[in-house]
Nanobody, 118 residues
Framework: QLQLVESGGGLVQPGGSLRLSCVAS???????????LGWYRQAPGKQRELVGL???????NYADSMKGRFTISKNNARKMVYLQMDSLNPEDTAVYFC?????????WGQGTQVTVSS
């Protein structure tokens, strides 16, 4: 069973940056390479929404509000996926979830809190 574990959340001031990390533990590299990887977020009182998705073809799709500010990348050898967030604003406050989808199904991390506040 694939397990996703996020880290890197915290409190950041408006205009600041933060990088989230997610490790796909219990995954062998060959399986990790078959996964579409991405991030979702859920703000208080709102539905979970897509942040961005990096496909196995190397194509990354972002939600419109995050284009140009957020960047998803991965390291296959380390089985890690990252979310670099720049120019953060209070509307980005949410719990951020790592997500993976592949031949064996869809998987979610437990989430990490990001709070943007002065």
């Amino acid at each position: 069973q694939l397990q996703l574990v996020e880290s890197g959340g915290g409190l950041v001031q408006p205009g600041g940056s933060l990088r989230l990390s997610c490790v796909a533990s219990r995954a062998i590299t060959s399986v990790f390479n078959t996964l579409d990887l991405g991030w979702y977020r859920q703000a208080p009182g709102k539905q979970r929404e897509l942040v961005g998705l990096l496909t196995t073809d190397g194509i990354t799709n972002y939600a419109d509000s995050m284009k140009g500010r957020f960047t998803i990348s991965k390291n296959n050898a380390r089985k890690m996926v990252y979310l670099q967030m720049d120019s953060l604003n209070p509307e980005d406050t949410a719990v951020y979830f790592c997500y993976a989808h592949g031949p064996y199904g869809s998987f979610w991390g437990q989430g990490t809190q990001v709070t943007v506040s002065s």
